[in-house]
């Protein structure tokens, strides 16, 4: 087995129970799910899905820079959506932030979220650097 490098930053939220915001093992890098927590106050950030989802992707692509990797390299990632009425939202902001690059996706409704947001996604990727 490849040693474990846990991954912290100042650049998402610290993580919020017995967890680390990701690990690197093996040339990958894999994710907790992010939420929409302003990292510097804590504070959710916005009432609808694609402010929330703007937050969500900053605070993984932050993740993502610290473990050596960003968004273009992720092989997978799953989104936990509070409401599946608010997929084409969440869908329009996720494909500004990843461009052409299409990983592997999964999209699920689920009775509830920490902190009560609306979405949070989690992320597996390739170390780039």
Not at 67 to 78: D, E, I, P
Not at 90 to 96: C, G, I, L, R, T
């Amino acid at each position: 087995m490849g040693e474990l490098k846990v991954v912290a930053t100042k650049g998402a939220p610290a993580a919020i129970g017995p967890y680390s915001q990701a690990v690197v093992c093996g040339g990958m890098v894999y994710c907790s799910g992010q939420i929409a927590m302003d990292p510097a106050t804590g504070e959710i950030v916005g009432t609808d899905c694609k402010s929330q989802t703007k937050q969500v992707i900053k605070n993984l692509e932050a993740v993502l820079k610290e473990a050596g990797s960003s968004l273009q390299s992720t092989v997978k990632l799953t989104v936990f959506l509070k409401d599946l009425g608010d997929f084409s939202a969440m869908n329009e902001v996720y494909s500004a932030a990843m461009g052409g690059h299409r990983p592997a996706r999964a999209a699920v409704e689920v009775s509830r979220l920490p902190r009560d947001v609306i979405v949070e996604i989690d992320a597996i990727a390739l170390v780039t650097r």
